[in-house]
């Protein structure tokens, strides 16, 4: 299960001398994350952002050895041995950005962390966000914690647009956060919908739920049928009636969503939903009006 992190878990940059990864150093820096380092191969002794840069996860983690998590940003291909390297170290918490990474990798990678009893977020994952002050990934923007609002609310996705825009809307309108998954958008994740459903109703300091996935996706499935249960109030924005208009079978959006032959209409999925006592919406504002009300 993905933990809680406190604001001074110390946090490791894989990545971090591209132009990427120095952005993502600045950003997790200047919101108060405690990033101790970088890694590069070919690249020790570098600095950046006033950080050392290591050759490998595992002289980094001889340096620093309270490094709790790493946060993943270097080229497709290179991705599956940053994991290894990570896994080898002994670290037990991954946060993957990178996008279009082959599908066999990431079965491959996602083996290897169940094997050793370590989670993936990711890929294509904008990160994870908890108050106070902590969070890895461009999630909530450049200074989350300066404009989003604190309090009991868990935020759940597989866009990292949508988690963003989730975010922020809910905090304009006076709506606290506690917590924020973005699972990515890959068919194959190590992190899914669910099991971020599941930390969130497991949280004592999380009231209520917020979910963002499209027409197609298992998790939603799941609730209507009843097979997975979600005690906490619970609030799903599914857009995407348009796919009812299209052929079925074919994936769609950057997320890859799918309406199986068989699958009910998206309209129809939603009442589904509600009729197990959740909060079913296909629109921003129907969905913050009902997170008020949690």
């Not at 866009?159 to 922020?168: C, D, P, R």
């Amino acid at each position: 299960m993905w933990q809680r992190f406190s604001p001074e878990t110390e946090v490791l940059i894989q990545g971090m001398t591209a132009k990427e990864g120095m952005r993502m150093a600045k950003w997790l820096i200047g919101s108060g994350v405690h990033v101790m380092a970088g890694v590069t191969p070919g690249k020790g002794g570098q600095v950046v952002e006033e950080k050392p840069i290591f050759n490998s996860v595992g002289e980094a983690k001889a340096a620093f050895p309270n490094i709790q998590i790493t946060s993943i940003v270097v080229p497709p291909l290179r991705v599956l041995g940053a994991v290894e390297d990570a896994l080898s170290a002994g670290l037990k918490f991954i946060q993957i950005l990178t996008e279009n990474i082959p599908v066999h990798d990431v079965l491959i990678m996602r083996q290897k962390a169940q094997a050793t009893g370590a989670q993936i977020l990711g890929p294509s994952s904008v990160g994870y966000l908890q108050f106070p002050k902590f969070r890895v990934g461009y999630i909530g923007g450049e200074e989350p914690f300066r404009v989003l609002k604190e309090g009991s609310l868990a935020v759940v996705s597989n866009s990292g647009g949508m988690t963003n825009e989730l975010l922020m809307g809910l905090s304009r309108r006076g709506i606290g956060i506690r917590c924020a998954f973005a699972v990515g958008g890959d068919r194959v994740v190590g992190t899914s919908l669910r099991d971020a459903i599941g930390h969130a109703e497991a949280s004592a300091d999380v009231s209520s739920i917020a979910v963002f996935a499209e027409p197609g996706h298992p998790v939603l499935a799941a609730l209507a049928s009843g097979e997975f249960v979600v005690r906490k109030p619970l609030a799903i924005l599914m857009p995407g009636d348009v796919l009812d208009t299209l052929p079925r079978g074919m994936p769609y959006g950057h997320t890859g969503t799918v309406l199986g032959e068989d699958d009910r209409s998206v309209p129809e999925m939603r009442e589904a939903i509600r009729a197990k006592g959740y909060v079913c919406t296909g629109s921003l504002k129907e969905m913050f009006e009902a997170c008020q009300k949690m």
